[in-house]
């Protein structure tokens, strides 16, 4: 376990990698990587799965929550960095998903790893970490865009790939919500997602009857979205009698890749979302 001056010390290099996060990611990573390598070594020793065991117990909170907000920076710096730190990065993520629990600031890592191994051109190990994550959670509708990117868009190579990925994405979030009642209002509104990307690949491909239909459907959502959370102003009640009690009105979702309604600058997925579970 650190002691007291040795978490000291690695916030410090910490807080140093942070003011290099927007000029020079490749310099942040070259910070950050040896911290998390004394904090997985740390670990090895007591052959913990939790990533901030090795904590001071007389560490306090905030310490604590710094350092794990510090892990899902590291996470993402990985991903903006692209190819620059391909080793550290296939270190960092098969270390972390074959060694240690998910943390509440982490989450995708997976799906970094997988992102990786498109750069490297490693596809047959990309897609099955792909099938592998959406067998497991087959509601996600970000992780099905993600996959689909791969092969699609304007600047895909294989966009009859990146149809196929689509069109089962949307049967398999729709599924999922005919199954459980209660995922409406947690997933069926981002399926909007899945509708304007896979029109894009339509138009692309030239079926352009078809994405119009698509865009037509995402309209719909939007339009039903509206409907739900729209809240009618009623004229003031002077009367002697008690007020009616009001419906509450869920707020609207946030979506996983939104930024966070907390004010952190950080996507809601980075943040909260655990959190909110």
């Not at 069926?188 to 029109?199: K, M, N, S």
Request: with cysteine; charged share 35%; aromatic share 12%.
């Amino acid at each position: 376990m650190f002691t007291e001056k040795k978490t000291a010390d690695l916030m410090k290099e910490m807080r140093r990698g942070y003011s290099f996060v927007e000029k020079d990611i490749d310099k942040t990573i070259d910070i950050w990587y040896p911290i998390w390598e004394k904090f997985v070594e740390e670990n090895r020793k007591t052959g913990s799965r939790n990533f901030l065991a090795c904590l001071d117990s007389k560490t306090n909170s905030r310490t604590y929550v710094s350092f794990g907000n510090w892990l899902g920076d590291l996470e993402m710096a990985f991903l903006n960095s692209g190819r620059g730190k391909a080793r550290e990065r296939e270190i960092f993520c098969t270390t972390m998903l074959g060694e240690f629990a998910r943390c509440w600031s982490t989450g995708d890592i997976d799906q970094n790893l997988a992102e990786l191994y498109y750069l490297l051109g490693k596809r047959e190990e990309a897609d099955a970490l792909f099938e592998k994550m959406l067998e497991e959670d087959p509601e996600d509708v970000y992780l099905w865009a993600g996959y689909a990117r791969e092969y699609g868009g304007r600047y895909g190579y294989d966009n009859e790939r990146a149809y196929t990925i689509y069109k089962r994405g949307i049967d398999a979030v729709l599924a999922e919500c005919a199954k459980q009642p209660e995922l409406d209002l947690l997933h069926y509104r981002d399926i909007d997602l899945l509708y304007d990307e896979i029109a894009e690949v339509c138009t692309i491909l030239g079926k352009t009857e078809e994405a119009d239909e698509w865009l037509e459907k995402s309209r719909a959502i939007s339009r039903s979205a509206e409907d739900r959370y729209t809240t009618v102003t009623e004229a003031p009640d002077f009367s002697c009698e008690p007020p009616k009690q009001q419906p509450i009105i869920a707020p609207p979702k946030v979506g996983r890749n939104d930024p966070c309604p907390c004010g952190s600058g950080k996507k809601y997925k980075k943040c909260c979302l655990n959190k909110a579970d």
